[in-house]
């Protein structure tokens, strides 16, 4: 079935450093959601991409569709202590709103 | 905007306990819902779909008898976990889409999710 493969899996920045994290498939993917998850929390919509190429921004948060459709990329600028929790990229089975896969994850910590 | 609401929060029980997870769409209908487990420091698994007014369809690996899907009604959707074991212990997270956004491609949105720990 279809996988979401996260790179890394784990990271340790200062306050103010900037992020960029991966998401990559085994197979296309015609939307490309960037979920954040806090501890004993649900996961928070972060970015929505519909379109091959397509790079989008949300504040401090960026985020581009892979011109493949086998990926995509966050970027955070400036990180700040509540940009911890876990990263999440996400995609649905199939065209349309219905089952997603999630990926493995990006765990972000700051070190104070 | 729309909120998915999840009750309890957090549930210790015995094991052989059946235990009811509630999720509750707040300020719109939802015709489907999907449940999602995720065990520690793992992501979340999609375990099946609720459909309103019909049998829920689950995924490969995951126990229809064992985790019971109810859907009665356009706002609630309810998962019980039936003889739970210390193995069952996970968050479950449920998650529902708004007509509109359906409509506009818009994502799901999630509860905030139910830490069960059996005993």
């Known amino acids: 079935g279809q996988q979401l493969n996260q790179s890394p899996q784990s990271m340790f920045i200062q306050e103010g450093e900037d992020v960029s994290m991966n998401c990559t498939s085994s197979?296309?993917?015609?939307?490309w959601l960037w979920y954040k998850q806090d501890p004993g929390e649900g996961p928070v919509l972060l970015i929505a991409?519909?379109?091959?190429?397509e790079l989008t921004s949300n504040g401090r948060l960026t985020a581009q569709f892979g011109i493949t459709r086998k990926d995509s990329f966050l970027n955070i600028s400036a990180s700040i202590p509540s940009d911890v929790g876990i990263y999440f990229c996400?995609?649905?089975?199939?065209?349309?709103?219905?089952?997603?896969?999630f990926g493995t994850g990006t765990r972000l910590t700051i070190i104070p | 905007g729309a909120v998915v609401s999840q009750h309890p929060s957090w549930v210790i029980c015995k094991s052989g306990t059946s235990v009811k997870i509630e999720c509750r769409s707040l300020?719109?209908?939802?015709?489907?819902m999907f449940w999602y487990r995720q065990f520690p420091k793992q992501s979340l698994m999609l375990m099946a779909t609720?459909?309103?007014?019909?049998?829920?369809?689950?995924e490969q690996g995951v126990e229809k008898d064992k985790f019971l899907i109810n859907h009665a009604s356009l706002t609630l959707s309810t998962l019980t976990v039936t003889s739970a074991h210390p193995e069952d212990s996970s968050f479950y997270i449920c998650?529902?889409?708004?007509?509109?956004?359906?409509?506009?491609?818009?994502?799901?949105?999630f509860g905030d999710g139910t830490r069960l720990s059996i005993l």
């Open positions: 998650s529902a889409t708004p007509p509109y956004a359906i409509e506009w491609n818009q994502p799901q949105h």
């Open positions: 197979s296309i993917f015609n939307t």
């Open positions: 991409l519909y379109k091959a190429g």
């Open positions: 996400a995609g649905p089975r199939n065209f349309g709103n219905e089952k997603l896969t």
């Open positions: 300020d719109f209908q939802a015709t489907t």
């Open positions: 609720s459909n309103e007014g019909s049998k829920a369809t689950y």
